[in-house]
């Protein structure tokens, strides 16, 4: 793995180094919005591009770069079966220009603009080598068959929009892995069908979960009356994330996933990460970092969902 994406991915498990701020008073209206909000950085947002490795970092690269004026595909990489050349698309981003091309998960890249590509690595300078609206030829292989398709790729989505992307209007995925915290709420989103869900990823260290807490509290209490859950993950021991809700006033249900299962489902990896769930259990919207302005939207959403039959 390359300095460059070791990088990227330390990038991604932090949140961003907060200004300092007053606690929010959930009893008082949400202040507007201003440049000191808690939203992440550029940088985290470019570390996030394609995807985080499911398992080993080993065995998939992010398909990324710093640069703004890069070109975007939205594929994410891992190297071939042994003894099988090219490189393995073990993912591909909804509504990106991979996804448009016709790539799919298996496809194997073989040559990007003319030229081989035999490791991720060569897959990702081939690609931002390009700048946005660039058409690149692509071929692969799908089942012993090589093909050419082209690509016009995008500029890269910052860390919301593409979790937007990959989430929105799709089922969520469920809940695995988890230790109860507090509440009594079931680690399953399946036995809280027919209520809205709020699923927030938080980390005991990470400080805009700290302020955010008050809202999500504030959040339960008015709301759990009319069918909403508020549902706290964090990759946190249950003995340390019990003493941080404590102190933080978190009243809602939360749940440890030390071993990372569900953090991986939803690509959680850069904190706050906020999932709004409908009664069928589809995403309705995912918001990244801290902002007042989208939090009050996501308010807004939850209120007409709730108000749904």
């Known amino acids: 793995m390359t300095a460059s994406v070791v990088a990227s991915l330390a990038l991604a498990l932090g949140c961003a180094s907060p200004p300092p701020v007053r606690p929010l008073d959930p009893a008082k209206p949400l202040p507007s919005a201003a440049p000191g909000d808690l939203s992440l950085d550029q940088a985290t947002a470019s570390a996030l591009s394609g995807d985080l490795p499911a398992s080993d970092p080993a065995d998939a690269l992010v398909e990324s770069d710093d640069s703004a004026d890069a070109g975007w595909l939205g594929v994410e990489l891992a190297a071939p079966p042994e003894g099988e050349v090219g490189v393995l698309v073990r993912g591909v981003v909804p509504d990106s220009p991979a ?14 603009d003319g030229k081989s590509v035999d490791r991720p690595d060569d897959v990702i300078a081939a690609v931002t080598a390009h700048a ?63 209520r809205v869900v709020v699923l927030e990823f938080w980390a005991t260290w990470c400080v ?102």
């Open 99 to 112: 996804e448009r091309a016709g790539l799919g998960p298996g496809d194997s890249l073989l040559m990007i």
């Open 132 to 194: 946005p609206g660039e058409r690149v030829p692509i071929v692969l292989r799908r089942g012993g068959v090589e093909r050419l398709v082209a690509a016009t790729l995008e500029p890269l989505p910052n860390d919301e929009a593409l979790m937007r992307k990959r989430y929105v209007d799709a089922r969520a995925p469920g809940l695995s892995g988890l230790t109860t915290i507090q509440g009594s709420l079931p680690p399953s989103l399946v036995s809280l069908r027919g």
């Open 208 to 309: 805009p979960c700290h302020i955010m807490a008050p809202v999500l509290s504030d959040w339960s209490d008015r709301y759990a009356a009319r069918g909403l859950d508020v549902v706290g993950v964090t990759g946190d021991t249950a003995l340390a994330a019990a003493d941080a809700a404590r102190r933080h006033g978190m009243t809602y249900a939360l749940f440890s996933d030390e071993s990372g299962a569900t953090q991986r489902a939803y690509r959680a990896y850069a904190l706050p990460t906020l999932f709004v769930i409908d009664r069928r259990g589809v995403v309705r919207d995912v918001m990244v970092g801290f902002s007042t302005q989208r939090l009050r939207a996501v308010e807004g959403l939850v209120e007409r969902l709730l108000a749904e039959r």
